[in-house]
């Protein structure tokens, strides 16, 4: 047989910006290394690589720094790029890289369920760069758990009366927090979701008011309703649409603050505040006397209507027009809920003694007959040996008392 020498065989490929080259080389048939002497060659001669010390040479070579002399001659270093837009998409290409590197470890690391899915999820990255810092936001898989987050943030600024303005600011100084426009769509997107349960309507107090019935339905007669288009100087809500919502919140849980069968004791309260010089605010809520202490919470009351005016009896009398149905109907019939469970209602009433007096058609507290539940004169007042009956103050009346519904 004659004698064969087979060419130099080369393979070359790529690895993080490395180039590696693999050679081989035919033995000619003339060199038998440890070969039967009856054995011949003849037809083509096969050849292999070991696979265990390239894959290492190769791993090696991902590991070792990228000298000056072999760095990416296409993209310029960042500092040299003066388009934001061109560093943001560098920041993004960056961002994109650590994503798949973190993906990796994740999977590496057995961060996984039985089923080999992963359970953690890279959110964001931070770092400075010069005098800015550069947050890169990944999406988020579950986008449950984006509005969760979003729902807490609109909480904690109405909580903590921090205007848009303020959260811009904030946001500005803080890139990790959620854009602001997020936030006003999710507090949007709230607003819409309770006005759907709860209605909040607007009224202007200085039309004439008739009663209105907001008890069963939306139709109003008289003129103190105004379009929603329109501005109104007070808006108010349905207490029989409130306790419907707020029945089940105080029926459930571990300690229900209400079983069946009890009755609803319902304290309505009102009162009014300056806001500036030249502004007065008047407000009304209720609270529920079941819960006992917790009455004396602020987010235990709960507002049912908000006008701008004065504490004077001519308006509360025009703004009690506008429950005075819904209230006499709730006294007597009580409310049924949801589960068809039926609740009796008893009311309460209680304010400073402006406010009481005002409700009671009640002389000024500078008047000969001022008490709100006798008839004791101011003469009178400091001698302990008589004793007054709480029959009501009939002489101190001067108008009629339209709370009638207590």
């Excluded at 047989?1 to 003339?30: D, G, H, W």
């Excluded at 590496?108 to 953690?120: D, F, P, Q, Y």
Aim: charged fraction near 25%.
């Amino acid at each position: 047989m004659a004698e064969t020498i087979v060419p130099i065989t080369e393979i070359e490929t790529e690895m993080f910006e490395r180039s590696l080259n693999c050679k081989t080389k035919y033995i000619s048939n003339s060199k038998k290394i440890n070969q039967n002497p009856s054995t011949k060659l003849s037809g083509p001669r096969l050849f292999g690589f070991d696979i265990e010390p390239l894959y290492y040479a190769r791993s090696q070579i991902g590991f070792q720094p990228i000298t000056a002399g072999t760095k990416d001659k296409r993209k310029r270093p960042l500092e040299e790029i003066t388009s934001q837009s061109q560093q943001n998409k560098r920041f993004k290409s960056f961002g994109e890289d650590v994503h798949k590197a973190v993906d990796e470890l994740i999977i590496k690391h057995k961060l996984t369920n039985v089923s080999g899915e992963s359970i953690i999820h890279l959110q964001q990255i931070g770092f400075d760069y010069k005098e800015n810092q550069v947050c890169i936001k990944f999406k988020d898989p579950d986008p449950m758990a984006i509005q969760t987050r979003l729902d807490a943030i609109v909480r904690v600024c109405d909580e903590a009366l921090l205007s848009r303005d303020g959260y811009r600011h904030l946001a500005a100084a803080v890139p990790s927090l959620f854009r602001e426009y997020l936030v006003a769509d999710r507090r949007n997107k709230i607003n819409e979701l309770i006005n759907t349960q709860i209605n909040v309507k607007i009224f202007n107090i200085d039309q004439d008011i008739n009663q209105i019935n907001d008890h069963d339905s939306d139709v109003h007669t008289g003129d103190i309703l105004v379009n929603n288009y329109e501005v109104g100087n007070g808006a108010y809500r349905s207490l029989s649409i409130l306790l419907k919502v707020l029945i089940p919140v105080w029926k459930g849980g571990k300690n229900p603050v209400i079983i069946s069968g009890d009755t609803l004791y319902i304290k309505l309260g009102g009162d009014g505040r300056n806001v500036g010089r030249k502004q007065n605010h008047v407000m009304i809520t209720f609270c529920l006397l079941n819960e006992k202490d917790n009455v004396l919470k602020p987010d235990h009351q709960y507002s049912i209507c908000l006008y701008i005016g004065k504490e004077k009896y001519e308006t509360l009398d025009k703004v009690g027009k506008i429950f005075a149905v819904q209230l006499a109907d709730l006294k007597e019939s009580g409310i049924i809920d949801g589960d068809g469970v039926h609740w009796p209602i008893k009311f309460y009433f209680s304010g400073d003694w402006k406010f009481t007096y005002i409700i009671m058609g009640l002389n000024a507290p500078n008047s000969e007959y001022f008490c709100l539940f006798c008839e004791c004169d101011a003469k009178s007042r400091h001698n302990m040996d008589l004793s007054w009956p709480p029959t009501g103050n009939i002489r101190g009346k001067i108008i009629k008392m339209f709370v009638n519904f207590l």
